[in-house]
């Protein structure tokens, strides 16, 4: 079982930054891949970002490319979300997620674990 955790956001101006951070327990963190979603209200969870097990592959959502970096620190058992550039669009509550595979996905059912989230809001 792995509990992730995510922490960092909160409310912020149009054009600001905040780095959101998600905390996994357990010891095989280094080998899953990671990924970023987000739900505004009354949305379907949408894909944000994506890094594989090792860091090497990232891919993100063509609304938050150039502004999102996605990364992980493994010895920390934790992937970070750094957004800058925020627009009133990216509004949502923020969930990582962990595939037990290794491998980076798109779509929310390809993961295994999921965080409870983070408010990300962001004032025009």
């Known amino acids: 079982q792995v509990q992730l955790a995510e922490s960092g956001g909160g409310l912020v101006q149009a054009g600001g930054s905040l780095r959101l951070s998600c905390a996994a327990s357990?010891?095989?963190?280094?080998?899953?891949?990671m990924g970023w979603f987000r739900q505004a209200p009354g949305n379907e969870r949408d894909f944000v970002a994506a890094?594989?097990?090792?860091?090497?592959?990232?891919y993100y959502a063509d609304s938050v490319k150039g502004r999102f970096t996605i990364s992980r620190d493994n010895a920390k058992n934790t992937v970070y979300l750094q957004m800058n550039s925020l627009k009133p669009e990216d509004t949502a509550v923020y969930y990582c997620?962990?595939?037990?595979?290794?491998?980076?996905?798109?779509?929310?059912?390809?993961?295994?674990?999921w965080g409870q989230g983070t408010q990300v809001t962001v004032s025009s």
């Open positions: 997620a962990a595939a037990v595979s290794g491998s980076y996905y798109l779509l929310a059912y390809d993961y295994d674990y």
């Open positions: 357990g010891r095989t963190f280094s080998t899953y891949g």
């Open positions: 890094i594989n097990w090792n860091g090497i592959i990232t």
